[in-house]
């Protein structure tokens, strides 16, 4: 097939679909129009690839599940047996974190998930892929698409008392967590940070069940550790792998004020402050 034989390129998508569930004409579009314009069915030429637009993906954390990430498009590759793929496009943001007093600066960059996708390629931790276009200076990535919960939505699922789930799953989840937190401080000898710690930043790959690390696109700037934020994340990803799930203070208040109580004496306690 030809790179410009868009006829091709149509038939392999209707292929995909079916014909009951094709549309009439298959549009086609570029990586440097709007995210936001590109759409369901779309058929997005880049590099010499023509990738099927399936949708978008969603925020999977706690509080705002379900919300849209426009920039980031679901798609199957048209000359690749249809493989699923992830395309991020270009979106920049940025914002004032803090921690513990500490300010952290944080801004989203596309480079910077692009040249850490060349450090890891190869390593079974780490989402792989590659960078396909620059477009207005701008990396596009194309990412091998992951099939599995993330860590997050897996400890959601969970419907077991905390003595079974201490004795027959965290062990194993401990064991796959150490080899997740190594692979991270490998990338921190490369004098590189994730950015953006969180438990739905690691997925669960269903044909192994590896943890694997994926969205580095955040950068951040502290008079504190370089290392700071990466760090705080992997402490409350521990927590929440040893608890079996997140539990905020809120949600203790609110559900379990006698804990929230207790833990406040056992604080005080700790730190000499009781009479």
């Known amino acids: 097939m030809e790179i410009n034989d868009k006829e091709a390129v149509e038939a392999l998508a209707r292929q995909y679909l079916g014909e009951d569930s094709s549309p009439k004409a298959f549009r086609f579009v570029s990586a440097a129009m709007d995210f936001f314009a590109v759409d369901y069915n779309d058929i997005l030429a880049l590099g010499d690839r023509y990738y099927l637009i399936r949708g978008v993906e969603t925020e999977k954390r706690f509080g705002i599940e379900d919300d849209p990430k426009y920039w980031v498009k679901k798609v199957v590759d048209l000359r690749d047996n249809y493989a699923k793929k992830i395309i991020k496009f270009c979106f920049f943001e940025e914002f004032d974190s803090h921690i513990g007093g500490i300010k952290f600066k944080l801004a989203r960059s596309p480079a910077k998930e692009a040249r850490i996708l060349k450090k890891v390629e190869g390593h079974p931790n780490f989402m792989q892929g590659r960078t396909v276009e620059q477009i207005r200076g701008n990396p596009i990535r194309v990412l091998d698409f992951i099939n599995g919960p993330s860590l ?92 079996g799930g997140s539990c905020t203070l809120q949600q203790l208040k609110a559900e379990q004020p006698e804990v929230l109580d207790r833990l406040y004496m056992k604080t005080q306690i700790l730190y000499g402050q009781t009479g």
């Not at 965290?170 to 590189?192: K, N, T, Y």
């Not at 951040?220 to 929440?240: E, Q, V």
């Open 152 to 243: 997050y939505e897996h400890l959601m699922r969970l419907r077991m008392e905390y003595d079974e789930y201490f004795c027959q799953t965290l062990p194993s989840l401990l064991d796959r967590l150490i080899v997740c937190f190594h692979a991270m401080g490998w990338l921190h000898d490369q004098d590189e940070v994730h950015g953006d710690i969180r438990q739905d930043h690691i997925l669960i790959d269903k044909a192994d069940g590896l943890f694997r690390w994926i969205d580095f696109d955040y950068n951040y700037s502290t008079k504190g550790s370089r290392f700071g934020y990466d760090m705080f994340g992997l402490g409350n990803i521990l927590a929440a792998v040893v608890g």
